[in-house]
């Protein structure tokens, strides 16, 4: 039936085999490959999750992962099946047929509830995660430049000193009013220091380029924009350690290694870090840090976050 | 302006009747008609070699940025060296920002270079004419224009590594206000020349796509309804059709970057109460579209190999079309997905991330349908086939972890990281680049008139599929292990110091896949003097390219075919052939089934 | 050249280039005038595109302004844009898109239509120069493009995109007047470059109604 051409072409059986067992091989790779577990010292699966908002995230990342799994292997199963059973062999054509119209609504259809089905739940989890920050947040200024982090604590008051994205300047990088007492009170901090068990609302800014506050172990991205506030990015970590604050968006020469340590200490360590430094801005003796400081007056945390002109787009 | 202006009064030189004859020795030299000829079938040839050469160099320009990530500022063995001063330290060692000029030039060229000339230069221009029965493009000059303009734009884009300042390190998409502020990038004659070789690139793709719309709306052969002609050509057709609206908003932002880092204009920069944001939407609007513009063609030729050798029509041709239409449309309305965490209100996140779950219900329609056309088969392993098969399995895998990126969560988590490249280049490479291998193998015999080189090409085939999975699978774990995109050194963060031993395996497959384009590279040069001659019709195909023998002479038909039927009718009962070409007639006793 | 039009390293050297030459006996007939205008549809639709995206951007950053002049207090008062001159200006622009649709009737009438071609042109330069003078008198109000932030940014530079396809349309409109005047190129049965060029200016002109709405009227 082909010609001679065609025939010299063909390779031994063999190769059709492992064509097949390759596909094979790519599938089990997946299997183990995208495991989303955490990671225990293996190189499998997610880093640790200490946010209540990661484990969120966590679950819809396990939920797609059985999905497409599912998918993967059905699609896969079924055409490797084919190129199997389907591969030439003398006296059996091909069957003609050129489709078949129920089998198109049915694999229109069917993806479509799925995908639909998806992005609704994607959108609720989204939205879940995205709700106005509580009251009792700790409110922290994060502010980003080429190439490294600063962050602005409240002061001894509990308010931070309001800002204002158009007055940044390198003489004022936080662009805050100086003639405003609470601008001296503000606690300054290369470190991204917060205490466990409360909710923490970051405002993010850029000083130059886009940068990106990225932390895998809080599944948490979020560009800082320079010009804007990003002010709807809140975390509540659910145990201590030290992780890594990383810049993740290309941001110049520098960017590779523009990170910031994060501690995450219980209330009480927390309140020992900075109540030393709020009363040392505010002019009162520094005592030693003792656990029986009272917890600052809660933010409120819409004081700071007004959009400014532009943010719809 | 266009070449229609120019018809009046001088005639175009070319699509004559495909006679031979003299030139009496006078007229332009042999080189200048290499450099200025109007024939299709030697454009889609000049597209092939200058891809093939931009392949090599952004392939080598990945290697030397594999080598980096897994061995972080160890020399470059033997060619470190070589490099240039702006991208390698005295040991020859990769620094930072050399590290980032390598990202932005890999992606750039093999986006612009590669990918884009391979799919739409070299195959829209061999084939459309060729499949759908005419002599040549509408605007032949025009078409010869469009690759002068393409290989100008590599020149200007290359340049950029000699003018002070270096070539530009700020990612293929070029974030502005980075891009845009000479103060914080450092490169701004290298980026503006990035610009300018972009708007220059894209002229050449606005005057290739209005060539193949043009001609694919007006110069079928009698018979060829638009519903007949072959998927490729399809493809290719709708694929203009979107560079024509996608291609001007780029070299438009791309402009007022080169006006915010040269006249002082504040598009981009705050300060002036520009939006860097705008940028974003600009780019994306474009770039969303463009990657479909560069998986639509390798949809088109796989659809057609998969159905050559499975002896067996497209199942589901219509579907496949509209399916193909539909992408093409709601590709304009997702480009958000790509600034879910860009600081783009939080609803319009939510809503593009409907629209991007919507668009890959028609890339699930295509999939299934491949798997239908192979479906009781007769199915001949070849390389072109070889390639077009794993294109499916790997495109999925692709499209696949593009789920996960669609719903705004998980991207809140997966933004940025190697999760990203993972799905990138298994949808470039294991997508497009397969498909593209697939094509040229299948149709090396009608451009060449030869047969390539079987065992170097079951080779190549082989070393390709293993060692691209072996590349590109853990970056999936790499990314969602929290390793970021574009870092010169991931060992400066703890957490991704125990990821490491992923990224050896990762370049070493780099460095096999790197190796697997050899035989590919020498198989096709060395075949097209070397190779057995080809028959005109190697694979029994259908398809009216395949009814005209090497040399195809210039006007391609001696007679104008008519066409009869859909591009696929292969095992057709009661005909003695298993392929019933689309210019002859299928005998009376003999019913075709509607597509 | 050899003769052996196709030979086997053909591709290699030029292999179906041996027919083509600038003494080419059998030249095809050419592109169809249909086929021409299609193609230059096609081609002004992505130029749509791009000032779609200019327009969207002037509209997006003038949108997250505030006010319009925006307000930088920095106490420097922005120019107000010049409505009447240019009201003017876009009158004479349109009306240029008349003279040529009459030089284009004259010719498929069988007249020369040179004259409009000419006046065409004239009105098209004129618009060029008024719109010089007018970026120089911003320039002395102190607007420019590095001048008066997004405000100065947008304006010269969607007035300047269009200014630039209005040069290149006059020019074209000077070659199809130079042919018609030297060689009597175009005929009531050949005209289509002349019907393109048309086609190209009369886009350049509904361009300029939307820039002169937006950038001037509102
Ligand atoms: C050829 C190119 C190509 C193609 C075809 C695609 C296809 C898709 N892409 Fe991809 N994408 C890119 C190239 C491509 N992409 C590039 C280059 C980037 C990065 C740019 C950069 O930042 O540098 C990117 C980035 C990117 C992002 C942004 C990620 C980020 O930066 O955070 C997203 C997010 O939604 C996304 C989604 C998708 C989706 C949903 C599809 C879908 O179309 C896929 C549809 C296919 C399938 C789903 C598989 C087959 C279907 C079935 C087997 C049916 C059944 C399936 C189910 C029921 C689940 N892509
Ligand atoms: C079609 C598109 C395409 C293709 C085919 C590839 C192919 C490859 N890419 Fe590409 N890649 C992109 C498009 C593509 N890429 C894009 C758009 C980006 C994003 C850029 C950005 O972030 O801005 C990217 C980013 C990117 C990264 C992420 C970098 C980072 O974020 O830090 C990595 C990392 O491993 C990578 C690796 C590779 C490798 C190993 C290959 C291999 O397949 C290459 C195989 C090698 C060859 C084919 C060449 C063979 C060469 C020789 C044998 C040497 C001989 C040399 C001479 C004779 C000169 N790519
Ligand atoms: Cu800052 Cu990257
Ligand atoms: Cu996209």
């Known amino acids: ?39 225990n010292g293996n190189v499998y699966g997610l880093p640790p999750c200490v946010t209540t908002t990661g484990l969120q995230i966590d679950s819809i990342i396990k939920i797609i992962f059985w999905l497409t799994a599912v998918v993967f292997v059905v699609t896969q199963g079924t055409y490797i099946y084919y190129l199997i059973v389907y591969r030439r062999r003398p006296g059996v054509p091909a069957h003609y047929s050129h489709g078949n119209n129920t089998l198109e609504i049915i694999w229109t259809t069917a993806p479509t509830v799925i995908f639909l089905a998806l992005a609704i739940y994607s959108n609720r989890v989204w939205e879940e995660i995205h709700r106005p920050a509580p009251d009792n947040a700790l409110t922290i200024d994060v502010s980003s430049y080429q190439f490294g982090w600063q962050m602005r604590y409240p002061g001894i008051s509990g308010k931070l000193a309001p800002m204002d994205v158009r007055k940044i300047t390198p003489e004022n990088p936080f662009g805050t009013d100086p003639s405003n007492p609470l601008t001296s009170q503000d606690v300054i901090s290369t470190d991204l220091v917060i205490p466990v068990g409360r909710p923490v609302h970051v405002l993010l800014h850029s000083r130059d380029v886009i940068h990106s506050f990225y932390v895998p172990e809080f599944r948490i991205y979020q560009d800082c924009v320079p010009g804007r506030t990003i002010g709807w990015v809140w975390f509540q970590a659910t145990q201590t350690g030290d992780f890594q604050l990383a810049c993740n968006q290309l941001c110049g020469t520098g960017h590779y290694n523009m990170k910031a340590p994060i501690h995450i200490m219980s209330e009480k360590d927390f309140q020992s870090w900075i109540t030393p430094r709020q009363q040392k801005n505010a002019g009162t003796t520094p005592s030693a840090p003792t656990a029986s400081v009272a917890a600052p007056s809660p933010v409120k945390a819409t004081d700071l976050t007004a959009p400014i002109a532009g943010t719809t787009l | 302006m266009s070449a229609s202006l120019t018809q009046e009064g001088i005639p175009s030189v070319d699509a004559h009747d495909g006679s031979h004859h003299d030139d009496h020795g006078h007229g332009k030299s042999g080189i200048m008609h290499y450099l200025w000829n109007t024939d299709h079938k030697m454009i889609a040839l000049q597209f092939l070699w200058s891809a093939t050469f931009f392949l090599l160099f952004g392939g ?20 470190g060296h070589l490099l240039p001063h702006g991208v390698v330290n005295d040991e020859g060692a990769i620094i930072p920002s050399g590290y980032n000029v390598l990202v932005t030039m890999h992606g750039t060229i093999l986006v612009f270079f590669v990918a884009m000339p391979l799919l ?11 499949k759908i029965g005419a002599g040549d493009m509408a605007f032949p000059a025009l078409n010869e224009l469009s690759y002068w303009l393409f290989a100008l734009s590599g020149i200007i884009m290359l340049s950029s590594f000699w003018v002070p300042g270096g070539a530009p390190g700020t990612g293929w998409t070029a974030y502005a206000p980075l891009s845009s502020v000479a103060a914080y990038n450092q490169t701004p004659m290298g980026q503006s020349l990035w610009c300018a070789a972009l708007f220059v690139n894209g002229l050449s793709s606005i005057t290739g796509a209005v060539n193949y719309i043009t001609t694919v709306i007006t110069m079928r052969a009698p018979g060829m309804t638009m519903f007949r002609m072959p998927l490729p050509v399809w493809a290719i057709f709708l694929t203009a059709i979107l560079l024509i609206l996608a291609i001007p908003v780029l070299s438009a932002a791309a402009a007022l970057i080169i006006f915010d880092l040269n006249f002082g204009t504040t598009f981009y920069r705050p300060t002036g109460y520009g939006q860097p944001l705008l940028w974003q939407h600009l780019f994306w609007f474009f770039g969303h579209p463009e990657v479909y513009i560069l998986i639509l063609p390798a949809m088109g030729l796989t659809s057609e190999i998969l159905s050559v050798f499975s002896r067996k029509p497209v199942f589901g041709y219509k579907a496949m079309v509209w399916a193909m239409i539909s992408i093409g449309f709601l590709g304009f309305i997702v480009w958000g ?6 600081g783009m209100n939080l609803t319009l996140s939510a809503a593009f991330s409907v629209s991007t779950m919507v668009i890959a219900v028609p890339s699930a329609i295509k999939t299934f349908n491949w798997m239908g056309t192979i479906w009781r088969g007769s199915i001949h392993y070849t390389v072109p086939m070889a390639f077009a098969v794993s294109f499916v399995s790997m495109f999925v895998i692709g499209g696949l972890s593009g789920i996960f990126m669609a719903s705004t969560p998980v991207d809140l988590f997966v933004h940025h990281t190697y999760f990203i490249v993972a799905h990138f280049h298994y949808v470039l490479f294991g997508g497009s680049m397969f498909a593209i291998f697939a094509a040229v193998y299948f149709w090396f015999p009608k451009m060449s008139g030869r047969m390539f080189n079987n065992t170097l090409g079951w080779i190549h085939f082989w070393m390709t599929f293993v060692f691209f999975n072996l590349t590109f699978f853990p970056m999936h774990n790499l990314g969602l292990g929290g390793m970021m995109r574009r870092i010169a050194d991931p060992t400066v963060y703890d957490c991704l110091k125990q990821l490491q031993p992923l990224n050896v395996i990762c370049t070493i497959g780099a460095m096999g896949l790197g190796l697997a384009t050899i035989p590919f590279v020498v198989n096709i040069v060395w075949s097209m003097r070397n190779g057995p001659k080809a028959p005109a019709n190697p694979w ?10 090497h040399p195809i002479p210039h006007g391609n038909f001696a007679v104008t075919p008519t066409v009869y ?11 003695v052939r298993d392929f019933l070409p689309q210019n002859e007639k299928a005998p009376a006793h003999v019913t075709l089934e509607a597509h | 050249m050899n003769n052996a039009a196709y030979n086997d390293s053909s591709l290699f050297h030029a292999p179906m280039l041996a027919e083509v030459s600038e003494h080419d006996h059998h030249a095809a007939p050419p592109t169809p005038p249909a086929t021409c205008k299609l193609g230059m549809c096609i081609f002004l639709c992505s130029e749509a595109l791009l000032f779609s995206g200019l327009i969207s951007a002037y509209l997006v950053l003038r949108e997250s302004a505030g006010s319009w002049p925006p307000n930088f207090g920095d106490g420097i008062e922005l120019p107000p844009m010049p409505k009447l001159l240019t009201g003017i200006n876009t009158v004479i622009l349109v009306g240029s898109s008349f003279a040529f649709h009459g030089a284009e009737v004259a010719v498929k ?9 000419l006046l065409a042109a004239m009105m098209g330069a004129t618009f060029i120069g008024l719109q010089c003078v007018e970026w120089t008198e911003l320039y002395h109000e102190g607007l420019w493009f590095n001048k008066g932030g997004v405000y100065g940014s947008t304006f010269f530079t969607l007035t300047g995109f269009h200014g630039a396809h209005v040069c290149v349309g006059v020019l074209l409109i000077l070659w199809c007047f130079f042919l018609q005047v030297t060689k009597g190129t175009f005929s009531p049965k050949r005209h289509v470059a002349l019907d393109n060029v048309g086609l190209y200016w009369h886009f350049v002109d509904v361009v300029w109604v939307f820039l002169y709405t937006i950038l001037y009227l509102f």
Do not use: C, D
Not at chain 1, 3 to 30: D, E, K
Not at chain 2, 60 to 79: D, E, Y
Not at chain 2, 540 to 549: A, F, G, H, P
């Open chain 1, 1 to 39: 039936m082909m010609n001679t051409v065609l025939s010299r072409l063909l390779p031994r059986q063999i190769a059709a085999r492992f064509l097949t067992g390759g596909v094979f091989l790519a599938s089990i790779l997946m299997g183990g490959g995208a495991f989303a577990e955490q990671r």
């Open chain 2, 565 to 575: 039927h859909g591009p696929y009718e292969y095992s057709v009962p009661g005909l």
């Open chain 2, 60 to 79: 080598a320009m990945a290697l030397a940025m594999r080598w980096q990530l897994a061995f972080p500022g160890h020399p470059i063995p033997v060619i």
């Open chain 2, 337 to 342: 997905h790509h600034m879910y965490v860009s």
């Open chain 3, 109 to 117: 009438k069988g007249k020369s239509g040179a004259r409009w071609m």
């Open chain 2, 120 to 130: 739409i230069g070299v195959f829209g221009n061999f084939l459309i004419p060729l």
């Open chain 2, 540 to 549: 029994n195909s259908t398809t009216l390219e395949w009814t005209v023998s």
